[in-house]
């Protein structure tokens, strides 16, 4: 019998996302994966969170309906604003995203960390609830980082209009005697070497990607996800000319991005 289609599905606002898909694809290099950036609306940092609820479960159902067998929420933001939602209401495992306050916790030698994140994400109860419960004798400095989503998804990753922006996130934070910064959205590990840069080579850089990788194959071990041929399709609800060129850029390879109506 032919084995239905079963593909793992990951989401964001736009592009960011693939850091987590190039995380996930070091540990299920088998699996058929499908990608779904929300363009037409990104960024979801500065929007109402009621907004950001509805597009992720409308982005979310739309892949259950093409054959999603887990949902990967791989953007801080909608996992802050609809996690608890998505899996109340839909039919699939739904992994999620947040910061890495706990690793950054147990790194820190100053007992001070920066979290870079969108402001929605740092003003979420998730946020609220991780820090009460890991920030034990750790000051963490939060900082909102507006314009950094914008840069990622042009491609922008070095530019020196993109590194004044990093300094003026990152440096105020240098100053207060952070030794670990952490990365809370999914669109700032593709600017990791620019961060790491600025913020000189003792500052430590936690990026939860790789587990939620690791989280997203135990679910798919649990509930028998096979490996297929490995294969990457990607859609986005904005203009597959734009969005390509910059996949491309970003994940060093091309993959096939058509436009989804959702
Ligand atoms: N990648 C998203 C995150 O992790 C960015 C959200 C946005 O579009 O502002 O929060």
Wanted: aromatic residues 6%; charged residues 20%; hydrophobic residues 45%.
């Amino acid at each position: 019998m032919m084995q239905e289609e079963q593909f793992i599905a990951l989401f964001d606002s736009g592009l960011g996302g693939l850091s987590v898909l190039r995380d996930l694809r070091r540990v299920l290099p088998q699996h058929d994966l499908q990608y779904f950036a929300d363009t037409a609306f990104c960024p979801y940092g500065p929007r109402p969170v009621a907004f950001v609820q509805e597009r992720s479960l409308q982005i979310a159902r739309w892949l259950i309906e093409r054959g999603a067998r887990i949902i990967v929420v791989a953007c801080n933001t909608a996992s802050s604003a609809a996690l608890e939602l998505l899996r109340a209401e839909l039919p699939v495992p739904i992994v999620g995203t947040e910061p890495g306050l706990k690793p950054a916790a147990a790194a820190t030698r100053s007992g001070r960390v920066g979290v870079l994140a969108t402001s929605n994400t740092l003003n979420g109860q998730r946020f609220a609830m991780l820090a009460q419960r890991f920030a034990h004798g750790v000051e963490m400095l939060t900082q909102p980082c507006p314009g950094l989503v914008d840069a990622v998804e042009r491609g922008d990753l070095a530019s020196n209009a993109t590194r004044a922006l990093a300094e003026s996130y990152v440096e105020p934070l240098l100053a207060r005697g952070v030794d670990t910064l952490v990365l809370g959205c999914t669109h700032y590990p593709f600017l990791r070497p620019l961060i790491a840069e600025v913020a000189g080579p003792d500052m430590q850089i936690i990026d939860t990607g790789p587990a939620i990788a690791r989280q997203t194959a135990r679910v798919a071990a649990r509930h028998g996800i096979a490996a297929g041929a490995g294969s990457l399709q990607c859609w986005t609800s904005g203009a597959p000319c734009e969005v390509a060129p910059v996949l491309h850029r970003l994940l060093g390879e091309e993959a096939p991005v058509a436009h989804a109506e959702v």
